[in-house]
C-alpha cells in the first residue's frame, strides 16, 4: 500500500513544517478548501475536503489543527484472468491443481491460472474508498526564539490506518536570526488490510493455499508498515528580499510495501526447457521488497525583487534502494497585480528512473520469473512529468481571503490529470 | 582795462571752478549716502517712582555695509544727554541712532545690555574642518534603540548551542559576501508570499497528488528554514 504509506507521511511531517519553519503568519486562521481531481481515460476521481486552524497562545505557543476527508472513487487497471464460456468442472479443477502445485515451488503469492497466456488481460477493478484524517501541531518557543514543533497524526480508510508522531526544532544561530538549522523526525506506525477481492476463484485458493500448505506460502492478511523519516535543514537570509534552504533527508520504511491492488504475470518453466510456453504463465501478487531505503537532499530559493513580484524556485534529489532516482526542479512566479491579488503561474518538471524490479505492462518483456520481486505499477517506471499550474488568490478585506487554483499534470507515460481547488480563509 | 578785463576773466574762471567743484562734490556725498538715512521717531509718556518722563525717541538706521561695532543711541531730555554704547554688535545690524527729546525723567533704556549679544564673534578665526566618518557604524557600537540595547546581544538572543554551531558558518558571510539583514530589514521576508506562499494549502494538495503518482517524496515535510521574523 505505497499510495497510503506517502499520504500518511505527509500529513505527519508537513504540518510540522508548517509550524516550524519560523515563517507561519502571525494571524490566527480558519481555512477551507476542497480539490476535485480526475484523471483522464475516466480513471480516479478524488474530492478532498481540508478544514485547517490556527490558533496562537501568546507568543509563545501556536497549535495548527487540520482535518481532512476525501473520497475516491473510479477504477484501477490490473491483470485479470478472462474466463472461457465453455469451460468445463473438470477445467477448473486441472487449473486449481497446476496452481497449488506451482505454489509450491516459490515463496511468491500466486493468485489464479489459466492455460493460455492469451486470457491474461487488464481490467479496471472499480475503487471506492474514504479516508479521514486529522493532524495537530503544537509549537513552542523559548526565550530565544527557537521552536519546538510537536505532531500526532490518524488517518483511516477502509483499509488502512496510520497513527504518527513527529517532531522539529528550529535553531537560530545568529542574533540577527539570518541562520537557522532545522531537524525533525516523524514516525509513522500503520497497519493495512489485504483483500484480494476480485477475482472470485483466488479468494478461494488463497483460503486452500493457507490449509494446505501452511507457511510455505505467503498469505498476507493484515499488515503492519513502520516509517521513519529523518530531515535536516539549513536556511540563511541572503539579502532583505532573498532566502535560501538546503534540506537533507532520508526515509526508512519496513513493511507491506507492496500494492494489493495490482497483480503481475510470472512464468513457470514447468518442463525445464527454457522456453516460455503459453500454459507456463500464473496470476500472482505485486510484489516488493520489505525494506525500503532512501535519501535525497533539496535546494531552495525565494527571492523578491520587486514588491510586486515574488520567486521560489527549488530544486530536489532522490534516491533510493530500490533504484529509483529523480531530479525535481520546481519554479513559480507570485505576481501583486493589484493590492492583494497575487496570479501565481507554476511550472514543475520531474524525472525519475525506475525500480530495479519493475517492468511495463506495455512491454515486449511484461512477465517476472517465479520468484523474485516484480511490479507493473507506472509509478515505479522510467519516466518525466509537467506540472502546469495556475493560481489566484485574493484579499477581500483584512480578515477574508479566496484561493483558487488550477493544475495540470502530464507523464511521458500517457498518464494526465487535472485538479482544482478552491479555498476560503478568515484571519481574526 | 586789459587788468579789469583779466581780473573778471579770473573771477569767471574762479566761479567756473567753484561751481565744477560744488557738483564733484555733490557727487560724491551721492556716492557716499546710497541710501538715506532711516529715521524712526516714538513718542513715550511713563510715569515712574522716581517722576514722569515723556519726550521721544528717535531712531536713525544707516544702511552700511561695514559693520559697526558701536552703534550709539541718544536719549535726549530737557536737562541732558546720555550716550549708551555697546561693547560688541553683530556687523549685519545697522547702525542705529536713537535719540530721546524732551521729557523731564532720566532712565536709560538701554545699558550695557547682553540681549541678542551672540556669544562667539562669526568673524572670528575659522576652526579647520575635521573629515567626515562616511563610514557604516558597526551593529556592535550603534543599535535603533539606543541606549536600550546591549552592545553585544548574542548571549541574551542565541541560544549557547547555537552559538556554538554558528561557528562553523561563518565563512558564509566572507565567502558569499553576505550581508548581516536587520531584524527591522525583514518586512519583505515576513510577507506570506515569501514565507510559504499565500495560500499554502495549495501546495499540499499538489503534493498529495505528487506523492500518490510518483515514486518519490522527501524534503517538503519536518526540514525547513526559519528567518526570524516572527
Known amino acids: ?386 506540472t502546469y499550474g495556475l493560481a489566484i488568490s485574493y484579499q477581500l478585506t483584512k480578515q477574508w481571503q479566496v484561493d483558487l487554483a488550477a493544475n495540470r499534470y502530464e507523464q511521458s507515460n500517457q498518464f494526465a490529470a487535472t485538479w482544482l481547488v478552491a479555498g476560503i480563509n478568515y484571519k481574526f | 582795462m586789459n587788468k579789469v578785463l583779466m581780473l573778471v576773466s579770473s573771477l569767471m574762471s574762479l566761479s567756473i571752478l567753484s561751481q565744477a567743484s560744488v557738483f564733484a562734490a555733490s557727487i560724491e556725498l551721492e556716492l557716499t549716502q546710497a541710501k538715506p538715512a532711516k529715521k524712526i521717531v516714538k513718542r513715550f509718556s511713563t510715569k515712574g517712582r522716581s517722576g514722569e518722563a515723556a519726550g521721544s525717541i528717535t531712531t536713525t538706521e544707516t544702511a552700511s555695509t561695514e559693520p559697526s561695532t558701536v552703534p550709539s543711541t541718544t536719549i535726549s531730555t530737557s536737562t541732558s544727554t546720555i550716550t549708551s554704547t555697546t561693547a560688541k554688535a553683530p556687523p549685519s545690524k545697522p547702525a542705529i541712532a536713537t535719540k530721546v527729546n524732551a521729557g523731564t525723567v532720566v532712565k536709560p533704556l538701554l545699558t550695557k545690555s547682553t540681549l541678542n549679544t551672540p556669544s562667539v564673534s562669526p568673524l572670528a578665526p575659522f576652526a579647520p574642518l575635521t573629515a567626515l566618518n562616511t563610514t557604516t557604524p558597526s551593529i556592535s557600537t550603534i543599535s535603533p534603540l539606543g541606549a536600550f540595547a546591549p552592545l553585544n546581544a548574542d548571549t541574551d538572543t542565541v541560544s549557547p548551542i547555537g552559538r556554538w554551531l554558528n561557528k562553523g558558518f561563518g565563512w558564509i558571510n566572507s565567502t558569499l559576501g553576505v550581508k548581516e539583514v536587520k531584524p527591522w530589514q525583514k518586512a519583505t521576508l515576513a510577507e506570506p508570499v515569501m514565507a510559504g506562499g499565500v495560500a499554502p494549502t495549495l501546495a499540499k494538495f499538489a503534493t498529495k497528488v505528487f506523492i500518490s503518482k510518483e515514486a518519490t517524496l522527501g524534503g517538503n515535510g519536518v526540514a525547513g528554514g526559519g528567518c526570524g521574523c516572527k
Not at chain 1, 146 to 173: C, H, I, K, P, T
Not at chain 1, 192 to 211: A, G, K
Not at chain 1, 306 to 326: A, E, K
Open chain 1, 1 to 386: 500500500m505505497n499510495k497510503h504509506l506517502k499520504v500518511t507521511l505527509l500529513g505527519a511531517t508537513a504540518i510540522a513544517a508548517g509550524s516550524g519553519s519560523g515563517l507561519v503568519q502571525a494571524e490566527q486562521s480558519v481555512s477551507l478548501h476542497q480539490m476535485q481531481y480526475k484523471e483522464d481515460d475516466q480513471r480516479i476521481k478524488v474530492a478532498d475536503t481540508a478544514l485547517a486552524l490556527k490558533l496562537d497562545f501568546g507568543v509563545d505557543y501556536s497549535l495548527d489543527l487540520s482535518i481532512g476527508y476525501d473520497s475516491v472513487s473510479g477504477a484501477s487497471p490490473s491483470w485479470a484472468i478472462a474466463e472461457p464460456e465453455d469451460a468445463t468442472v473438470e477445467d477448473w479443477q486441472d487449473r486449481k491443481i497446476k496452481l497449488l502445485k506451482t505454489q509450491k515451488e516459490t515463496d511468491q503469492t500466486l493468485l489464479g491460472y489459466i492455460n493460455n497466456i492469451d486470457r491474461y488481460f487488464t481490467q479496471r477493478y472499480p475503487l471506492t474508498d474514504t479516508r479521514k484524517s486529522f493532524n495537530a501541531a503544537l509549537t513552542i518557543r523559548d526565550k530565544y526564539r527557537n521552536e519546538l514543533a510537536l505532531g500526532v497524526s490518524y488517518s483511516r480508510e477502509m483499509d488502512y490506518q496510520s497513527n504518527g508522531l513527529s517532531a522539529a526544532y528550529l535553531l537560530f544561530l545568529d542574533q540577527s536570526k539570518n541562520r537557522s538549522i532545522n531537524f525533525g523526525f516523524a514516525y509513522l506506525d500503520d497497519k493495512t488490510q489485504i483483500v484480494y477481492n476480485s477475482i472470485e476463484q483466488t479468494s478461494f485458493l488463497e483460503d486452500q493455499l493457507i490449509t494446505e500448505f501452511g507457511d510455505n506460502v505467503i498469505p498476507r492478511k493484515k499488515e503492519k508498515i513502520q516509517s521513519l523519516a529523518l530531515e535536516l535543514g539549513f536556511t540563511q537570509v541572503i539579502s532583505p528580499s532573498m532566502t535560501f534552504d538546503v534540506t537533507l533527508f532520508g526515509t526508512k520504511d519496513s513493511g507491506y510495501l507492496s500494492n494489493h491492488y495490482l497483480r503481475i504475470i510470472r512464468h513457470f518453466d514447468g518442463n525445464d526447457n527454457n522456453i516460455a510456453e503459453t500454459d507456463e504463465f500464473f496470476l500472482a501478487a505485486d510484489s516488493r521488497p520489505d525494506d525500503r531505503t532512501s535519501y535525497g537532499t533539496k535546494l531552495s530559493l525565494a527571492t523578491q525583487p520587486w514588491s510586486w513580484l515574488t520567486g521560489q524556485f527549488s530544486y530536489r534529489f532522490y534516491s533510493d534502494d530500490w533504484g529509483v532516482n529523480s531530479h525535481t526542479f520546481a519554479n513559480s512566479l507570485s505576481f501583486e497585480v493589484i493590492d492583494g491579488l497575487f496570479i501565481t503561474p507554476e511550472f514543475i518538471w520531474y524525472q525519475q528512473t525506475n525500480a530495479d524490479f519493475y517492468r511495463s505492462q506495455n512491454s515486449d518483456l511484461y512477465y517476472f520469473a517465479n520468484s523474485g520481486y516484480g511490479s507493473n505499477d507506472v509509478r515505479l517506471g522510467n519516466f518525466n512529468a509537467q
